[in-house]
């Protein structure tokens, strides 16, 4: 092998290294993302980012009877479906038929919805959207309002991203069949069928993080405890950003450590080593007519600016920046390793 040839692979490989020399190693062996923590200022500037309205409206249509086919439940898919799209967000339905006792065939729908379309890994947050189809209550109605409350606050944010293949972007998914259909033990049908999907298709190790979401705010004393110890590091950065924003206030992240629910979306992607950070609380559920007076929306308010300001850190966007640039070195190192590849190319073509 003659030198120019050696070089040239040598720029070629400088290529796929530097290209991704912002991941680490992390769980299980795989790569996983190193998030870049922002300021003081930074936390305090995209704190005051809000919109409680938005949040507000978004409840109120999601909480509302919605058991599987029903209309509640059609309805509910084409408002998550529509809020998405309307903000150039790549949305996709992963809709399936399961067979289940005493009640039969049923079509169930899983919503994918990705901020950048071919990203190479993407950070995961997830909540189901079925009811149980007994009463209009928040069941994870207000999970699923601040998941498009993120969508919708942070739009002008997420626009300052120019795509690139080797970057961490954001993925927001709906789960179908959570609740049981026919039996009690019929659950996470949703969950159950989008990990087998892409375990074939290999998509799961584009997951860096999966952050399924279960809260039931209301003016009850409730808390997001400690589950899983792999993904210790993540929930400590969260009640580290609670304590900087809300020092005086009701803290929602207090570091207690409970043993991990089984009946949730998370247990099929955790029992195939998918890193997950569940923010999960267990409170009763509240009707429809008891909303307006029960549900605390300034807690909820003030879980959303830290879920929102720890998904901002994890894309690595900085108030300081400007639109199109991510990262000095993501854009940087390319460029290098780029230019010596074609000078590599050059010497043995002239050769």
Known sequence: MTPHVVLLACGLWII???????????????????????TAHEVKHFAQLTDVNHLQEAVQRIARKRNVNGIGHKYIRRYIKQSLKKLDWLVQEDTFVTDNP?????????????????????????????????????????????????????????????????????????????????????????????VRRWARNGFLDNIDLFVPIDLLVTDEDIHFPHMI?????????????????YHKRTKYFQAITVDLP???????????????????????????????KKVDYTAIEQVSVVLRLFVLEYLQISSKQKSGVNDGQ?????????????LAATSLWLA
Request: glycine share 6%; with cysteine.
């Open 102 to 194: 005493g009640v039969g065939k049923v079509r169930l729908h899983n919503i994918v919805a990705k901020l950048t379309p071919y990203a190479n890994r993407y950070l995961m947050l997830g909540c189901h959207y079925d009811g149980n189809g007994y009463k209009k209550s928040t069941g994870s109605a207000i999970s699923c309002a601040m998941l498009l409350n993120i969508a919708h606050v942070l739009q002008k944010e997420f626009k300052k991203i120019h795509p690139r293949p080797w970057d961490i972007s954001l993925m927001l998914v709906f789960f179908d069949g959570k609740e049981a259909i026919g039996s009690q033990n019929n659950i996470l049908q949703g969950s159950y069928h989008l």
């Open 16 to 38: 796929s290294v530097m290209a991704t020399d912002h991941w680490r190693v992390g769980l299980y062996g795989s790569i996983h993302y190193h998030p870049k923590e922002l």
């Open 262 to 292: 089984e009946r949730n979306d998370h247990m099929p992607f955790h029992a195939v080593h998918v890193p997950v950070l569940p923010l999960i609380t267990i409170p009763k559920p509240l009707s429809m007519r008891k909303i307006s």
């Open 330 to 342: 993501v854009v940087l190192y390319p460029c290098l390793s780029l230019i010596l590849t074609l």
């Open 229 to 245: 110890r792999s993904t210790v590091i993540w929930y400590l950065r969260l009640r580290q950003l609670e304590n900087l924003l």
